[in-house]
């Protein structure tokens, strides 16, 4: 079930693209996902009434973005680069660290649901590279001993 | 005509603002392509369909281009067969299936598969990749559509059919780049009434026929027969195909003007009782209390004595084909003979037979109907009485830029993405006056939801604002005028407005006030197009021949019944003796005195004329065990053989009857051969011929003898092209899939060659009958005016015996507007006593909110009704189950 806040910002954004409805179907998928972390079946189905569009429809939207999950994340997502630049410069050392010290493999979530890993395409940030995105925040110029630094930091 | 220059030879084609693909294809090149559809153009997502352009005669090197997606041209250059090009499309087959499985041979597409087909077209023919391949979960969609995803190619036509065209909202694309997935949210009965075209739209084995795969044989396999759909009065195209004395399924065949490239589910999947168990397959004759199989010579003795006593009547049936039905008149005479219709019922035909006269506007076809630009729709719920007229309304009404339109908007004309998007799903005017809700609800302009006398007044009111002489209604309500206003504003300033009315609601107010509507348009200049709504296959036909009505011919005290499954046994309670000439063992053939076994549409051939006025032949497509017989074959032996095959009765039928003349021309006849040979139902390589048969003897039967057409029981026979109305299976050498038919069509699109559009009623400009304004209705305190209510999957009796649409058949209902549902204090779910005349029936309630005040919608085939409706009925709450 939304909640009575969920539903008054997915009307905003309704009313943002003048009524369009389907139009507004990316921003009531990230309201959802803000409070919840991901979009289950459940929630898409409520964003689907809510917008008058069947659950196909928006899942049709949803599953196409990879930044809309439609599975259980841990409580912090750490998307890695896999693009050109930083798979020159180490993301190999990275993925193959992320896996040995904190036990992540790429599309998975740890079972103390801490950490979710997902691979990225380019950040933006390849003169930094390697680099990746931790909830929303960009690290670049990363190393074995500053990927540990960082994560340490997110309980 | 432009000239095109294709590998350095110059070529005519035809068409302006065509793609380069279809131009290519109509020449009768061989350029492969999955994306691309006929009827649903181009977005160019596949690549498959690559050439090479040349800007001009010094331009060596050229460049590759989407023949799709390009718009072909005057003096253009193209190559075909440059290697560079050829290669190019190889290398796009390779990586198209890369993830395809390597199973052909167990695949229920194989044989008829494009992906197939293509594969060999360009040469693919080693696989490089060595790796996983991409796995997906398959779904289950239901008892009609089999999925399995492995096989796609993401070429996108399936949700450009079921989304796009048809309006489904339950089938989608998930995913993207190399994951995407063509299915549902979740498991579940897809909803869209046109489903079953996923399979011939999907050009590999993700959606296949579900039923066949019960009962599968390869294409190759198949007897086939051209037919025509029994199951409404549409009367779409149908390849029924057979094997060892059973129908397996039933396909699409391509009929430009009536059914284009898709039929309905109804049609697709309704055909299964022709295998019931509840066949009649040997004459059955009642000895003492019981019914006991009896030879032909003794059931027809029988029928002979039995028709000597007393009085006779012959009841004919809309369901029948136009030659039984002249059949059973020449037994009984003409005014012995009976349609098969209560009078009521066939009053409304008679009515839409005399509006199709009053027309002056030559009858649309199918793509015109999907071309008019308003639409207003009297009475009819067309998802469920005519499903294809449906699909093409859909058509209709959504906005598709022209030629020249599309050139100011800077897109081309069959760039189906573009246009969707310049649109942004603009549609045309189209008004509903109906009596419920119906599923073209969320495209419609303007709606009005009434019984079918104010639905009458409406149209009146708007045929008296487009012509002033017309009787005006003078005490219409507020909102009704303003959206006769609206109406008549729409219909007047379209170019090609479309009026459509039908049967269903029952009212002969409704037929009359389409016909002044009609007429007033025309006196307003428009040139209206009109498209008429009969109930069943050959409505028409009987409407045509004529006869005494059911209840008169019920006081007969013999009756001789054609197809009694249409009748119910307290219709003929009065006859002494029965007679019935049935496929299926009936309540009424129970206790009849004999049952001949009669051939379904499968296993007989005759005409039918359909909704449109057009006389359609169907063919028979194999021969069933035991001694069925067509009808009209029982009868002649009953008459002593006046008819030595199907032509000599239509000879008779043209003379007798001039009206049905043109009939003859819907086919060619019986001695009508191809290249000196007549032409096979089988492909040349159907297997197992001299095995089949072995377990009773070694011998190779000879194959039956077929006197009433060209077609033969055989696999041997002409091996060209017939023409349109004998193509048995849509095949050309290296198109096994049903993509052939761009090899069968004049052009691509265009109508199959050597077509013929046979019409015996036409629009003569007669005087539309008078139409009486209908005084306003007014609801009674006791009764309600009950409705029919139709369903693709209930209302047609036939295609309740196929197990799939039984199970997706609603159970029978009496729906209510909320406010008459509280005024006679009953809740959903409870049951209601509805008194029709002498009948009390018990049914569910549904409260709704579409239903007019002051009525209610019985869902019509799913119980037993004594009278036509609409009529009045007494409702009571608080009945028991
Ligand atoms: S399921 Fe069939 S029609 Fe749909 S994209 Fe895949 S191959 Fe094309
Ligand atoms: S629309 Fe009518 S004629 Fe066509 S396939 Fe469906 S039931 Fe048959
Ligand atoms: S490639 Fe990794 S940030 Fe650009
Ligand atoms: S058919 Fe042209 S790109 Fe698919």
Avoid at chain 2, 89 to 116: F, S, T, Y
């Amino acid at each position: 079930m939304l909640t009575e806040q969920e539903r008054h910002e997915i009307d905003e954004e309704v009313a943002a693209v003048r009524g369009h409805a389907r139009a507004a179907v990316v921003e009531a998928l990230k309201v959802v996902q803000r409070r919840r972390g991901w979009v289950s079946d459940d929630d898409l189905r409520d964003v689907a009434a809510c917008l008058g569009m069947t659950p196909a429809e928006v899942d049709a939207v949803a599953t196409f973005y990879n930044k809309i999950f439609r599975r259980r994340v841990g409580r912090h997502v750490l998307l890695i680069c896999d693009s050109v630049s930083c798979w020159i410069v180490g993301y190999h050392a990275l993925l193959e660290h992320l896996r040995a010290r904190w036990g992540l493999e790429l599309g998975a979530t740890t079972a103390d649901d801490r950490f979710t890993l997902l691979p990225v395409a380019c950040l933006g940030l390849c003169e930094q590279a390697p680099a990746m995105l931790l909830d929303g925040e960009l690290y670049g110029n990363l190393t074995p001993a500053r990927l540990d630094a960082i994560l340490a930091t997110h309980e | 005509m432009p000239a095109i220059i294709i590998d350095g030879k110059e070529y005519r084609y035809e068409g302006e603002g065509r793609n380069l693909l279809e131009v290519c294809l109509s020449l009768g090149f061989a350029v492969p392509y999955f994306c691309w559809h006929p009827a649903m153009h181009a977005v160019g997502a596949c690549r498959q369909c690559a050439v090479k352009v040349f800007t001009d005669e010094t331009d060596t090197r050229g460049k590759i281009v989407m023949s799709c997606m390009t718009a072909a041209a005057d003096g253009m250059r193209v190559a075909i067969h440059d290697p560079e090009v050829a290669d190019f499309r190889a290398r796009v087959i390779e990586w198209l299936m890369v993830n395809h499985p390597h199973d052909c041979a167990v695949c229920d597409e194989g044989g008829e598969c494009h992906l197939q087909d293509m594969t060999v077209m360009t040469g693919h023919v080693s696989r490089r990749y060595r790796f996983d391949k991409r796995t997906y979960r398959n779904q289950e969609l239901g008892p009609f559509v089999h999925h399995e995803m492995n096989r796609c190619i993401q070429c996108y036509r399936c949700v450009r059919f079921y989304r796009d065209y048809a309006g489904g909202r339950d089938l989608e694309v998930f995913g993207a780049h190399d994951h995407v997935y063509f299915g549902r949210f979740a498991d579940g009965v897809l909803e869209s009434p046109f489903s079953g075209n996923l399979v011939e739209v999907c050009p590999t084995g993700v959606f296949t026929d579900k039923v066949f795969k019960e009962q599968y044989a390869r294409k190759w396999d198949l007897a086939t027969a051209p037919s025509v759909c029994t199951l409404c009065g549409h009367g779409c195209n149908i390849l029924p195909g057979a094997r060892d004395g059973t129908l397996r399924r039933v396909r699409n065949r391509y009929h430009h003007a009536v059914n284009g490239y898709f039929i309905c589910d109804r049609g697709r999947y309704g055909f299964q009782f022709v295998n019931s168990e509840f066949r009649v397959r040997t004459p059955l004759l009642r000895d003492g209390g019981t019914l006991r199989a009896a030879s032909a010579d003794e059931a027809l003795a029988r029928v002979r004595t039995v028709l000597a006593e007393g009085t006779v009547a012959g009841i004919g049936s809309p369901r029948a084909s136009v030659e039984a039905n002249y059949a059973l008149r020449a037994l009984v005479g003409a005014e012995r003979f009976c349609h098969g219709l209560p009078e009521k019922e066939f009053t409304l035909l008679e009515a839409l037979v005399a509006l199709m006269r009053s027309a002056r506007t030559p009858f649309p076809t199918l793509p015109e109907v999907e071309r008019a630009d308003a639409v207003i729709i009297l009475g009819e719920d067309l998802a469920n009485t005519a499903p294809r007229l449906e699909l093409a309304l859909r058509q209709a009404a959504r906005i598709v830029p022209d030629e020249l339109e599309a050139a100011a908007l800077g897109v081309l004309p069959f760039d189906d993405a573009a246009l969707r998007a310049a649109t942004q799903g603009g549609t045309h005017p189209l008004f509903l006056a109906v009596t419920g809700a119906t599923s073209l609800d969320a495209m419609a302009t303007a709606r009005c939801r009434a019984v079918p006398d104010e639905l009458a007044r409406l149209a009146l009111a708007v045929a008296h604002r487009l012509d002033p002489s017309a009787p005006a209604v003078t005490d219409l309500g507020a909102d009704a005028a303003a959206l006769a206003d609206r109406i008549a504003d729409a219909l007047r300033t379209a170019k090609r407005p479309l009026l459509i009315c039908g049967a269903s609601a029952g009212s002969p107010a409704l037929i009359a006030a389409a016909g002044q509507l009609l007429r007033a348009l025309d006196t307003a200049g428009t040139a209206p197009m009109l498209r008429v709504v009969a109930p069943a296959c050959d409505s028409m036909g009987v409407a045509l021949l004529g006869g005494i009505s059911l209840e008169e011919a019920a006081r007969a005290d013999t009756l001789i019944i054609l197809d009694s499954e249409q009748l119910s046994a307290a219709q003929v309670a009065g006859a002494t003796h029965i007679i019935c000439l049935d496929s299926l063992l009936t309540e009424i053939g129970e206790r009849a005195e004999v049952v001949l076994p009669a051939a379904t549409f499968a296993e007989s051939g005759g005409t039918l004329v359909n909704s449109d006025g057009l006389a359609q032949r169907f063919f028979q497509v194999f021969v069933p065990e035991g001694d069925i017989r067509e009808s009209w074959r029982w009868i002649a032996e009953i008459l002593g053989q006046p008819w030595a095959n199907l032509d000599a009765l239509l000879a008779e039928i043209a003379a007798e009857l001039p009206v049905f003349a043109p009939m003859r021309e819907a086919a060619p006849p019986a001695d009508y051969r191809l290249d000196g040979q007549k032409i096979p139902r089988q492909s040349p390589r159907c297997s197992g011929r001299t095995a089949m048969t072995a377990h009773v003897s070694v011998h190779e039967p000879v194959p039956p003898d077929d006197p009433d057409s060209p077609l033969a029981f055989s696999m041997e026979g002409a091996s060209g092209q017939p023409p349109a109305p004998l193509v048995p299976r849509f095949w050309a050498p290296g198109w096994n899939s049903v993509q052939a038919v761009n090899t069968f069509q004049e052009e691509v699109g265009g109508p199959l060659r050597e077509g013929v559009l046979c019409r015996v009623i036409v629009p003569a400009g007669s005087a539309p009958p008078a139409a009486p304004v209908p005084p306003a209705f007014v609801p009674r305190e006791d009764a309600l005016l009950i409705l029919p209510a139709y369903h693709l999957f209930g209302s047609e009796p036939l295609s309740l015996l196929t197990p799939g649409i039984a199970a997706l058949a609603p159970a029978p209902y009496l729906a209510l507007h909320p406010a008459d549902a509280a005024r006679l204090g009953v809740t959903v779910g409870s049951m209601v006593t509805v008194t029709l005349g002498e009948t009390a029936l018990t049914l569910p309630v549904v409260p709704r909110e579409d239903v007019p005040r002051g009525a209610g919608l019985l869902s019509v085939g799913l119980v037993e009704t004594p009278d036509a409706l609409p009529a009045w009925g007494a409702v009571r709450g608080g009945a028991h189950a």
